[in-house]
């Protein structure tokens, strides 16, 4: 069953490409036809690449690992941070900062020194400095809080890029191809989806079109998170169902050892002393 439906993705403007003669030609496959100077995207093909691209999406939460979210344009900030934040994923909505991912552990660096200032504000360090080094000190936390906050808990690199609009996020693109992790988009007419692993055609300018293919995005993957909970959960009850059995066998293997022991003295006096025919026997 899709995830999304045709008449939804219509209604949200999804098929609304750009100006004719702004078009990349490696987009022609996904594009149904021009109207007015305007290229109308094939919606679908839009609702199969959503499909696809909602399953791989499903399989990496469920195997625990992250997706980072990269929308800094004015249009998807507000969206990608609401959804996103919902399912509990690291995101990008300000300035992408160069070398997040080929100098991860740089950016780790700036996270914890974000962390250092919020301990030393509880243990009461802050209170020492003078007024001006606080206010400084405050400045910096709150630079920091608007560009990394929200990637505060990855503390490892991303399984997955999700990039809304490929040619303002061409930093991030070519940072994930470098390292081999695998780059989800949505791509516009314009945009060149060359280096896109999963491709999704649509209208990444409008906040519509952008929130309705989120939707489908953040719901596979609270699904991927929700069948991974279960599977531990049942692989705790059915450890637990084992530690539980395997008591009864080893007090039975525990009582079977000590009676083992205890016979063994009686066996060996009988062994030893000589029997009452011997005797007899050797008295005649």
């Known amino acids: 069953m899709p995830r999304t439906d045709f008449n939804q993705l219509l209604e949200a403007g999804v098929h609304f490409g750009h100006l004719k003669r702004k078009w990349n030609p490696k987009m022609a496959p996904y594009i149904f036809m021009e109207k007015n100077g305007i290229h109308i995207i094939d919606l679908h093909k839009t609702v199969i690449k959503i499909d696809e691209a909602a399953a791989a999406l499903k399989q990496i939460a469920k195997s625990g690992r992250r997706v980072l979210f990269v929308a800094t344009k004015k249009q998807a900030k507000e969206v990608v941070a609401e959804k996103v934040a919902a399912v509990n994923m690291p995101y990008v909505t300000e ?7 080929t100098n991860f552990p740089t950016i780790r660096k700036a996270v ?8 030393m504000t509880n243990d009461g360090t802050y209170d020492n400095f003078s007024k001006r080094e606080k206010l400084q000190i405050a400045r910096q936390r709150a630079k920091l809080e608007k560009n990394l906050g929200s990637i505060a808990d990855l503390t490892r690199l991303p399984a997955a890029l999700f990039v809304v609009d490929v040619q303002k996020e061409s930093n991030a693109v070519k940072e994930a191809k470098r390292l081999n992790i695998p780059v989800f988009a949505m791509v ?11 491709v999704i055609p649509a209208n990444d300018d409008a906040t519509k079109s952008i929130a309705v293919v989120l939707d489908a995005v953040t719901a596979a993957i609270a699904e991927g998170l929700t069948e991974r909970k279960l599977e531990k959960e049942k692989e705790a009850a059915e450890s637990d169902k084992e530690e539980k059995e395997a008591k009864p066998r080893i007090k039975k293997a525990v ?3 000590v009676a083992e022991e205890a016979e063994a003295p009686v066996a060996a006096e009988a062994a030893a002393a000589p029997s009452q025919e011997v005797k007899e026997e050797a008295a005649e």
């Open 188 to 198: 516009d007419t314009c945009c060149d989806p060359t280096d896109i692993d999963y």
């Open 95 to 101: 300035r992408w900062p160069g070398g997040m991912l």
């Open 255 to 257: 009582k079977a050892n």
């Open 112 to 119: 914890k020194k974000m962390s250092t200032i919020d301990r």
